[in-house]
T-cell receptor, first 109, second 115 residues
Framework: DQQVKQNSPSLSVQEGRISILNCDYT??????FLWYKKYPAEGPTFLIS?????DKNEDGRFTVFLNKSAKHLSLHIVPSQPGDSAVYFC????????FGAGTILRVKS | DTGVSQNPRHKITKRGQNVTFRCDPI?????LYWYRQTLGQGPEFLTY????????KSRLLSDRFSAERPKGSFSTLEIQRTEQGDSAMYLC?????????????FGPGTRLTVT
């Protein structure tokens, strides 16, 4: 069973606009949520996280929103830059990380 | 370099052969994780260590897989009698227990191809 789902396999955005990546989860026991970014031939790189007791966390151009009642989180990137083009993985943790399948973000210049 | 390193980066082997991968975590990290990633999927948890103790193993880790972390530093992942279904990217990550344990730092992975 897929406990963490990223339903959009890919997303294309114009440079300077907002990128919104979405993630849904099913396990109410998850207490921490993370986003990782992955470039080809590299391992995933930690980007930003949020505890289940919060509903928003911001770090520069990146903001993660958590809606616990809907079991939904999203990552906003504003403004999007071509260097943001990568695969983005949503992950959730109770005691170990459970990853979604990833969303390929392409930022067009 | 203070990142997680993995060797080899690529491994091609014939079905039935044994392979071993190595992971060197960030030096002060006492937790070490192994994941497997197949095409179009996110990393899937295999096992993790805290220091030298293997604390959890996924049901994905069949009897052909064994992982060790003998001195609480580097770790090895061995796959015996490889099968074509073992072809995947094997990722290692490390974190600091007692810190924000969820923030794991990944190595570049070892890509295994079983022919």
């Amino acid at each position: 069973d897929q406990q963490v789902k990223q339903n959009s396999p890919s997303l294309s955005v114009q440079e300077g606009r907002i990128s919104i990546l979405n993630c849904d989860y099913t396990n109410s026991m998850f207490d921490y949520f993370l986003w990782y970014k992955k470039y080809p031939a590299e391992g995933p790189t930690f980007l930003i996280s949020i505890s289940s007791i919060k509903d928003k966390n911001e770090d520069g151009r990146f903001t993660v929103f958590l809606n616990k009642s809907a079991k939904h989180l999203s990552l906003h990137i504003v403004p999007s830059q071509p260097g943001d083009s990568a695969v983005y993985f949503c992950a959730a943790s109770a005691d170990k990380l459970v990853f979604g399948a990833g969303t390929i973000l392409r930022v067009k210049s | 370099d203070t990142g997680v390193s993995q060797n080899p980066r690529h491994k091609i082997t014939k079905r039935g052969q044994n392979v071993t991968f190595r992971c060197d975590p960030i030096s002060e990290h006492n937790r070490l994780y192994w994941y497997r990633q197949t095409l179009g999927q996110g990393p899937e948890f295999l096992t993790y260590f805290q220091n030298e103790a293997q604390l959890e193993k996924s049901r994905l880790l069949s009897d052909r897989f064994s992982a060790e972390r003998p001195k609480g530093s580097f770790s090895t992942l061995e796959i015996q009698r490889t099968e074509q279904g073992d072809s995947a990217m094997y990722l290692c990550a490390s974190s600091l227990a007692g810190g924000i344990v969820h923030e794991q730092y990944f190595g570049p992975g070892t890509r295994l191809t079983v022919t």
